[in-house]
């Protein structure tokens, strides 16, 4: 059956359910389909950890991580799961989630539904990564101290994963993006990095950061990370903005809007960052990937691996493998021997 008739189908359905029952079918059905071997051209070494293709799961699809195994299996490159805080929550009110299909977006104000560190934890070490996980962490909603939710997790995931997400960019959780001010960043960026250092930790340590922010945010925020030592950077989050253009009529529901709309801004703050980092700071780049053009035009921006959720929504697993098929075209098209190669050459 065609991916067209299904999304009709799955179209029809509250956006949760639809994406509950995918998990279980991932978790309790799903057969690998598409083993084949990654295009060698698509090979890519970043955080220390050989890619075998730079294509990733983005946060929010698999919270719990229940079906990331899965999802590698599907031929992802790699898989970050999460957000996951230190206790368990409901998350916001229902309904939370709306696809804008005409838009190719979604809203989500989800604010970190998670099953908890504990389980979540116990869950990760029974089901061994074949593959590159990452775990993305923050903080609970009613916590007392925020920094010290981000320190807990660290603690407990550091040595389950390929590297941490300090996800610091929702907009669905309070006050949170004022991480991105100078002093809250440093402060935050020093307790994470000091544990670190305490536990004798390798594990690479990446920051995600909201496309809502301007140039003298983007100055102040290379500057800590070089001062810091951070190893990535995930460009972007969903945006509270960029409503405008959008035609479906929930253009104004509350939340984050991922998707087409936002590619274009994730692009050019992907430029902006690159040209102040170089390939100092690798950058994980996300927003509106759909297709190999987009994941191409996101690599010449400055991204040495991305990540997707909204294209899979409508496009359907088959887009991992349309995706990496393109984008291996493109960078022989335009003559690059390798994906390394064309990183960032649109930044100048
Ligand atoms: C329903 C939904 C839930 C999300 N949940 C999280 C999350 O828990 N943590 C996080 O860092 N990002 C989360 N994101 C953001 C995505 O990881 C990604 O940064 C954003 O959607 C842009 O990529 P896309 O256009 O490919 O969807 C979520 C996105 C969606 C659509």
Do not use: W
């Not at 051209?41 to 195994?69: H, Q, R, S, W």
């Not at 804008?100 to 099953?115: K, S, T, V, W, Y």
């Not at 990760?124 to 993305?136: M, P």
């Not at 929930?250 to 690159?274: A, C, Q, R």
Request: charge should be positive.
């Amino acid at each position: 059956m065609n991916y067209q008739i299904i999304n009709s189908f799955i179209n029809k359905l509250d956006p949760e359910l639809a994406h509950s029952l995918a998990i279980q079918f991932l978790k309790n059905f799903y057969i690998p389909l598409f083993p084949s071997k990654d295009d060698e051209i698509l090979k890519t070494t970043v955080l220390g950890k050989e890619f075998l293709n730079p294509i990733g799961l983005a946060a929010g699809f698999d919270k719990n991580a229940e079906v990331y195994d899965k999802m590698l299996a599907l031929g992802f490159g790699f898989a970050e799961v999460g957000t996951i805080t230190p206790k368990p929550q409901e998350g916001n009110l229902k309904p939370r989630v709306f696809r804008l299909i005409e838009d190719e977006a979604i809203i989500n104000r989800l604010g970190f539904p998670n099953q908890g560190l504990a389980k979540i934890k116990s869950r990760i070490e029974t089901k061994k990564a074949d593959g590159i996980l990452g775990i993305n962490i923050g903080p609970n909603k009613d916590s007392t101290s925020r920094i010290d939710d981000y320190v807990e997790c660290f603690k407990n995931f550091h040595n389950l994963c390929s590297y941490i997400c300090i996800n610091i960019s929702s907009p669905n959780t309070e006050n949170l993006r004022n991480f991105h001010e100078q002093e809250n960043l440093k402060k935050l960026l020093s307790e994470i990095l000091n544990t670190k250092k305490y536990l004798s930790s390798n594990t690479p340590v990446i920051l995600k950061i909201s496309p809502d922010i301007n140039d003298a945010d983007i100055d102040m925020i290379c500057k800590n990370i070089l001062e810091f030592n951070l190893d990535g950077l995930v460009l972007t989050n969903t945006s509270v903005k960029l409503r405008e253009n959008l035609v479906n009529k929930k253009k104004n529901e509350m939340g984050g809007v991922s998707g087409t709309p936002i590619k274009d801004t994730s692009n050019l703050i992907i430029k902006k960052f690159f040209k102040i980092l170089k390939k100092k700071v690798p950058i994980i780049g996300v927003g509106g990937i759909n297709s190999g053009i987009s994941a191409y035009e996101k690599i010449r921006a400055g991204a040495s691996l991305l990540q997707l959720y909204t294209g899979l929504v409508y496009k359907g697993p088959f887009v991992v493998r349309a995706i990496k098929q393109e984008l291996g075209e493109l960078l022989r098209r335009d003559g690059f021997s390798s994906l390394q190669k064309a990183v960032g050459v649109d930044s100048e």
